[in-house]
């Protein structure tokens, strides 16, 4: 039945909303355990998805875990990557948990959880803009869809990477970063200083008759400290394989020109210059290897895979922009990718090195092997009522309303390529800043009361930009997404307001799912011992 509503919602046909006690907009890994999670508590659940693949970014290239540490990842998060090991039978080694997997096998983990968990998946499911929301006063009553479909829900779960239906039902939100004042944050705003990714060498940025080249932005670079609307890099992260038999060639973007990397080509010179030898192709690119001769590959140096600049207008845009920006990533990455592979100007070395890859073939076979989500490292960020920020992952560790745990560095990337007054070019906008194992409170989903009272918001939630840099990891969406599937069901059991529910029952249900809200240095073989009794 379900299928066929489906199927019906797919070719615009539904006239009347379908009824759910939770609907999901966003099938990214937190949006996937967001609606595992409250259909295990026993609710109707849907799951929207605008595109067509679950899992979003762990589905999408990036297989390489971004843990921190590893005792801090509990309860469904951790049992993805239980199921993970399960699949490259782990216990061989005497391991239960595999940290890095191939795209197709997360994606295919993700549907087999929610399959098994009986929720309704509908792909293809992209929020009509500007008129997509219905209220009754603070309250989400309908959504509708782009295709026509439309459902209702006793409660709602944002876990888009954009923040799309928390926008469109009124609530605060903002993007780009916050001035050093606005939170006391040290690390807020432009950065004084950007070591990480950096120009060690000094190139010129300029071309012909002064004219910058391209992939450099002309400023200002703006006063260290001050807020702005610019956005950290994304990109694309990259399956490789070095397998002849499953490796496909770097193919010729369509309206490439080599020009447009001539600015690395003048980093590559110089640096060969100043190091008397080729550049290495791993300080080119992030190579990380993961199982079946595949790697993740993803952005490192001066020069490399981040887009930068090319995000800024990704926030706010409609879905038409935001196609067009989705484009310009994928031309920037393949061109490069092209430019390394083939172009004279790139020493034979590493060019040598470089075509020892390729796509992979078994790979994103329905994109031409190209990873079908971009990485929205930062869109939206809500602002509720509390917003998480540089203290609460440095000095104000604990929370009166745990529901998991983060401990990965703020971790931002460069926002802008710019000129000096020297005539060279720097990066600025990276930030690699540790911090120590933290509590996650509950109040980072909630919009402020008045604005949305049955809407939960696990990825684009309440944070500065620094907090959120550190949070943002694939792990603590999944974690945060469990916390709203409980919370959901304690806030339509109570019939409360999401801000009203009980946080002593939310955090004593999860501690009993397995979720970790103390950082303690050991191995979870309680947890495991759970997992594995309830999942073989």
Sequence with gaps: MRLALACLCSAGLCLAAQQFDVVVYGGAAGGVIAAVSAAREGLKVALLEPRNHLGGMVSGGLSWTDVGKREVIGGYALEFYWRAGSHYEMRRFGQDIAW????????????????????????????????????????????????????????????????????????????????????????????????????????????????????????????PGAADKKVQAYNFRMCFSDDPGNRVPFPKPPGYDSKRYELLARLLKARAGQEGKAPALNTLLKIDRIPNRKADINNNGAFSTDFIGGSWDYPDADSRKRDQIWQAHKDYVAGLFYFLAGDPQVPAETQKEMNTWGLCKDEFTDTGHWPHQLYIREARRMVGGFVMTQKDLQTELAKPDPIGMGSYNSDSHNIQRIPTPEGFVRNEGDMQVPVKPYQIPYRIMLPKRGEADNLLVPVAFSASHVAYSSVRMEPQYMILGQAAGVAAKLAIASNKAVQDIDTVALTRTLRGQGAILEYVPSPQAPVMDLFRKKFR
């Design 100 to 223: 890095m997997h191939e795209p197709k096998v997360a994606e295919n983990i993700f549907r087999q959880m929610l399959q098994q968990a009986g929720v309704a998946v509908f792909e293809h499911h992209r929020l009509r803009e500007k008129t997509g929301v219905r209220k009754n006063g603070a309250r989400l009553t309908e959504i509708t869809l782009g295709n026509g479909a439309s459902f209702a829900a006793a409660l709602f779960i944002d876990s888009s990477y954009e923040g799309d239906l928390m926008a469109q039902a009124g609530v605060s939100c903002t993007w780009g970063r916050e001035s050093v004042s606005q939170y006391g944050e040290s690390l807020a705003g432009v950065r004084e200083e950007t070591p990480q990714h950096q120009f060690r060498v000094n190139v010129s940025p300029y071309g012909a008759g002064g004219k910058l080249l391209p992939e450099v932005y002309g400023g200002p670079k703006g006063e």
